[in-house]
């Protein structure tokens, strides 16, 4: 994750993009004078997984000329807004190699984006084990390299809540596996970015 936008505040910030991203509610009337909403599964563009990015949405990039692209595939790109990091950035919902994921594309201080985050819109997964967790975002990984080429795990990393796994691609791109033992949960991000 980026320096300053880590651990839960990536998280949050994926459920809040994964609830407010192309989903409509539909207004029902159960009773006179109740009005009850159910949201509606958003429907998701496909957009092509490149070494460096998603559909338009790729490093270095100008981020307006990015959303100004990626508007056709999803319109919540016109919202572009500061960040948990305050860099400004767009999420939209894209549908990437068979997964539907939230995406999220952050400019720098020069207006280009400088990291795309990619996460699973069904969010964390209810496993047994770390090592689930490790086997789990290296399927992932997998399921990406057709595009990016072969994964190399790294060492685990052990965070203050989490642990996690790394397997990075040649171009630079990596997946996150991070698995929090208090909620035998594991989640996972496609990361691209200029620093490391």
């Not at 936008?5 to 609830?19: D, E, I, M, Y």
């Not at 692209?69 to 190699?97: F, H, M, N």
């Not at 790394?166 to 200029?194: E, M, P």
Request: glycine share 12%.
């Amino acid at each position: 994750m980026s320096g300053r936008c880590t651990g839960t505040a990536v998280a949050r910030l994926a459920l809040l993009c994964s609830v407010g991203l192309g989903g409509g509610a539909s207004a029902q009337g159960d009773e006179p004078g109740v009005v009850s909403y159910q949201t509606q599964a958003p429907m998701a563009a496909t957009a092509p997984l490149h070494a460096n990015g998603i559909g338009p949405l790729v490093l270095g990039a100008r981020l307006t000329t990015a959303a100004r692209r990626t508007l056709p595939l999803d319109a919540a790109a016109a919202q572009i807004g500061p960040g948990c990091d305050e860099r400004d950035q767009i999420s939209v919902l894209l549908k990437v190699e068979n997964h539907t994921l939230t995406v999220m594309a952050m400019a720098g201080t020069d207006g280009r984006i400088d990291e795309v985050l990619a996460l699973p819109t069904d969010g964390a997964t209810r496993l047994d084990s770390i090592a689930a967790c490790q086997a789990h975002g290296e399927r992932f990984a997998q399921t990406l390299s057709h595009r990016l080429g072969a994964a190399t795990p790294q060492a685990m990393e052990r965070k203050a809540v989490s642990d996690e796994f790394r397997f990075r691609f040649g171009g630079g791109a990596q997946v996150v596996a991070r698995w929090f033992a208090g909620g035998f949960s594991c989640d996972l991000l496609l990361q691209f970015r200029n620093r490391q």
